[in-house]
Structure formats: C-alpha cells, structure tokens
C-alpha cells in the first residue's frame, strides 16, 4: 500500500510540474537537446556502476570480486526504484548472508557504512559547491550550513570515537524485546566494522578517495545533461544537484519522482527554460532507472534469498 502511495504521489507531482510547464514546451526542449552530450551523460553510467561496486568489495573484510559485486549494486538498484530513500541497498545485506557466510548484522553494517561513506561524499562536494557559488545569497547559506552539519554529523558517526555505537546501544536498551537486543547486538558489531575499517590507513584513504571520485562522477554526469539542454556552469550544478538529489530521498514518493523534478526546476531557473528544467528531471530518473532495468537479470539473487530466510 504504502509503494501505491508513493508512486502515487510521485505521478500527482510530475502531472502537475508538466501541467505548470507545459508539455509543447518539454517537448521542444527534448527535440533540441544536444545529442553527443546526452550519450556522453549515459555513458557515465557504466563506469559509475563499476566504480561502486569496486568500492563495496574494498569494503568487506573478505573481498567477493568485481562481477559478484557489480551483481549485487545492479539488483540493489532496482530495489531502490521502489523502495523509499534507498532502503533497497540494505537487500545486499541478505546475499552477503547467504552467498557469503557473513554474519547478518556484519553485513548490515556494511551496507550502512557504504550508504553513509555515498552520503558524505556527496555532502562534500554540495557544501564546497554551494559555498562557492551561494556566498552572500542568504538562503544557500542556510543550505550549506545545514549541508555542512549533516557532514560533520556523518564524519563522527563514521569516526572510531565510537560515537554510533554507543547511540545505537542506547536506542537499543530503548526498543522493546528482539528489536532491542538486536540493535544492542548491532552496536557492537558496527564498532568492529568501524574498528576494522579505519585499522588500515592506505584502505581509509582508498576507500574515501574512491567515494568521492563516484560522486564527483555522478555531479558531473548531472553536469553532462544540464549542458545537453542549456548552458549551466559546472560549481553551480554540483551545488543544485546535490540539493536536487537530497529533495529525491525524501521518502514519501517513488525514487525520487516529483519531488527530484520539482527541485531541479526551481534551482535550475537561472540557467535552463521551464521545458528544459522538466527534461532535465526526466533525464536525472534515467540515471536510477537504467541501472534499475540492468539489475532486473539479478533480482533472483535477492528474491532466493528471502525465501530461504522470510525472517532476515
């Protein structure tokens, strides 16, 4: 029910942006959109997809391959296309259960520190971005401040301070019964993840070099589609993509849908038409809906997975 919901919303949402815009005017913009930049754009998406999934095998202590981990990303990318704000990402964890051996709670946190090391990449380059572009503009200031604090957040969270830890074994002695024990369990196993991950400072550096190559690559690739329609600088597009990109895990929609469009429209006014601005939305739902089509071959790595164990 709450999937119809989203996807509901998120088509009310696109309806009216469509509306307001007027659909002759996408359509123009689609007909005049520069061909070698959209395949330029597209083509990103490959090299992306591998990059991350070279960067999840560098992150569990056993590595499984480049193919199996390219497997895994693809499949989780089509969970996401219906689950809310990411959540498909933590179906990984299940196959590394499964396939691998891997304690589950082992593998959950390592699905949660690939997710928070993809987040704080990208926080990185929103808060450089918009503090370059945004000063003296009141409310990117307040965007970049609340962008830096997420970071900063993310930083500790992710730091051997064992800061989460012992804020997940506080939530745990919170929770009732098997939930408790489990986010009790949890805490200790996220600590030994944190603890392995940061006992190897060439795998740190790799590691957070890596991530913020991905997300460099997925600003520029938003870059390659915004120049296929207009003519937007590169520091302004990061700085707009990434609130772009935010707005789209808001969880009450599917994938981002609307709420994604809604926000490139408003940022990108300066430099693209309303027509434009639209395609541009479209074309941002191509980058998760593409990996998406590519992972369906894969979904029965997940789906076997939660017969074998309805439980995890």
């Not at 560098?58 to 480049?66: K, Q, S, V």
């Amino acid at each position: 029910m709450k999937k119809l919901i989203g996807l509901l919303v998120s088509l009310i949402l696109l309806a009216i942006i469509w509306w307001q815009v007027d659909l002759d005017a996408i359509l123009g913009a689609m007909a005049a959109a520069n061909p070698w930049w959209l395949a330029a754009g597209l083509a990103t998406i490959v090299p992306l997809t591998l990059v991350t999934a070279l960067r999840f095998g560098m992150l569990t202590r056993t590595p499984i391959g480049l193919w199996p981990a390219t497997r895994l990303i693809l499949g989780a990318s089509t969970l996401n296309l219906v689950l809310p704000s990411k959540l498909g990402d933590l179906a990984k964890g299940l196959v590394l259960t499964g396939r691998y051996g891997f304690d589950m709670k082992l593998a959950i946190a390592i699905v949660v520190m690939e997710r928070s090391l993809d987040m704080a990449a990208l926080l990185f380059w929103g808060v450089l971005a918009l503090l370059w572009v945004g000063w003296g503009n009141v409310w990117l200031m307040l965007a970049a401040a609340g962008i830096g604090g997420l970071l900063l957040l993310l930083v500790l969270l992710l730091s051997p301070l064992k800061i989460a830890s012992r804020m997940i074994a506080l939530a745990g002695r919170i929770a009732p019964g098997k939930i408790g024990r489990w986010l009790t369990a949890f805490a200790g196993e996220w600590q030994e993840a944190v603890r392995w991950f940061w006992s190897d400072r060439k795998r740190v550096a790799g590691v957070a070099t890596v991530s913020l190559l991905i997300w460099g690559g997925h600003l520029a690739q938003f870059w390659l589609f915004a120049q296929a329609l207009g003519q937007v600088p590169f520091l302004d597009n990061m700085a707009f993509a990434t609130l772009a990109i935010l707005a789209g895990l808001l969880p009450f929609t599917m994938a981002g849908i609307g709420t994604r469009d809604a926000a490139i429209l408003f940022l990108y006014a300066p430099f693209l038409t309303p027509g434009a601005a639209a395609v541009l939305g479209v074309l941002a739902t191509l980058r998760y809906l593409i990996p998406a089509i590519a992972g369906l071959p894969f979904m029965g790595d997940y789906l076997n997975r939660t017969r074998q164990e309805p439980r995890a």
